[in-house]
């Protein structure tokens, strides 16, 4: 079964600073790794996907690296803004989505 | 673009009654998916379909639950009887294929009182 590991689950950091989350992954075989972006009571943003493929996929202030072999992914997010607080999960997708428990992120203005 | 339609939003109601989730997947999309999240164990996924069939339902947490397609617009999530456990936030999401984003909808928040 598929385990999914985020760290840290929580983070606070000032405003401009860059934002640095991690993803674990059990079982490297994989088709793609998703980034959400979930705000409070809503629903889930998709933000990056990046294929099995793929080292690493970017948009905008966003990029995420995937070291398959080593069942890693990082989500940066660079010159962060208070808009920026949310709680990101990270989705492994091995025919299904399994999601790690996500990290809380607060900007500080 | 519409993007995945669940409804209700919100759902309260008494243990024992019957409890039935809708979702409009995006058009096109041939993978649907429904997930429930709690504080306790995150987004499980419950069950998933390819072209209305149901291909994995071994998330789904007993026989109280059942999933339909009847077709390529419509699906449901049943729970019969509800409990207080079952409280959580359902999502519904579509994907055109398996290697594809999944696109959520906003959810249902459900309480069994």
């Known amino acids: 079964k598929q385990e999914v590991t985020q760290i840290p689950a929580a983070l606070s950091v000032p405003e401009g600073e860059n934002l640095v989350l991690n993803c674990s992954f059990t079982?490297?075989?994989?088709?793609?790794l998703q980034w959400f972006r979930q705000d409070p009571g809503k629903g889930l943003t998709s933000l990056l996907l990046?294929?099995?493929?793929?080292r690493e996929q970017t948009s905008g202030r966003l990029n995420a690296s995937l070291d398959k072999s080593s069942g890693r992914s990082t989500l940066y997010i660079a010159a962060s803004q208070p808009g920026d607080s949310a709680t990101y999960l990270c989705?492994?997708?091995?025919?299904?989505?399994?999601f790690g428990a996500g990290t809380t992120v607060t900007v500080r203005a | 673009d519409a993007g995945v339609i669940q409804s209700p939003r919100h759902e309260v109601t008494e243990m024992g009654q019957e409890v039935t989730l809708r979702c409009k997947p995006i058009?096109?999309?041939?993978?649907l998916f429904w997930y429930r999240q709690t504080m306790m164990r995150g987004l499980e996924l419950l069950i998933y379909?390819?072209?209305?069939?149901?291909?994995?339902d071994s998330g789904m947490p007993e026989d109280r639950f059942s999933a339909k397609m009847p077709n390529a617009s419509f699906s449901t999530l049943k729970i019969q009887p509800s409990e207080p456990r079952d409280s959580a936030v359902y999502f519904c999401?579509?994907?055109?294929?398996?290697?594809?984003?999944?696109?959520f909808g906003d959810g249902t928040r459900l309480s069994i009182l």
């Open positions: 999401a579509s994907s055109p294929q398996a290697d594809q984003p999944q696109h």
């Open positions: 079982d490297s075989a994989i088709y793609n």
């Open positions: 990046i294929q099995s493929s793929q």
């Open positions: 989705a492994v997708n091995d025919y299904k989505l399994s």
């Open positions: 058009s096109g999309h041939d993978y």
């Open positions: 379909f390819n072209n209305n069939v149901p291909i994995d």
